[in-house]
């Protein structure tokens, strides 16, 4: 099992940036496919980004592409959410979640703390 712990959020204004963070426990973290999501107040919980455990491949939700990107350092155990552009839509409490099995946001099962990301207008 992996532990996830989120850092990097914040208030912004609209247009401006962010960059998420997520620090991983435990050896085996290369081995695990890594995502985003965000959750809006009243609203369920959104997939936004994911990276398989090589890198090879990424996804993201379309509200987000070309605006956010998802990276990841095997070696420091991190993944990070580059977010630019932000508008007040992307206002949510943002976590990290990994997947030993496949990138499919229903194969997420471990997740971190979350951190809250706020954009004003």
């Known amino acids: 099992q992996v532990q996830l712990v989120e850092s990097g959020g914040g208030l912004v204004q609209a247009g401006g940036s962010l960059r998420l963070s997520c620090t991983a426990s435990?050896?085996?973290?290369?081995?695990?496919?890594m995502g985003w999501f965000r959750q809006a107040p009243g609203k369920e919980r959104e997939f936004v980004a994911a990276?398989?455990?090589?890198?090879?491949?990424?996804y993201y939700v379309d509200s987000v592409k070309g605006r956010f990107t998802i990276t990841r350092d095997n070696a420091k155990n991190m993944v990070y959410l580059q977010m630019n552009s932000l508008k007040p839509e992307d206002t949510a409490v943002y976590y990290c979640?990994?997947?030993?099995?496949?990138?499919?946001?229903?194969?997420?099962?471990?997740w971190g703390q979350g951190t809250q990301v706020t954009v004003s207008s």
């Open positions: 979640a990994a997947s030993k099995s496949t990138t499919r946001p229903s194969d997420f099962g471990s």
């Open positions: 990276i398989r455990w090589s890198g090879s491949s990424i």
């Open positions: 435990g050896r085996t973290f290369s081995s695990y496919h």
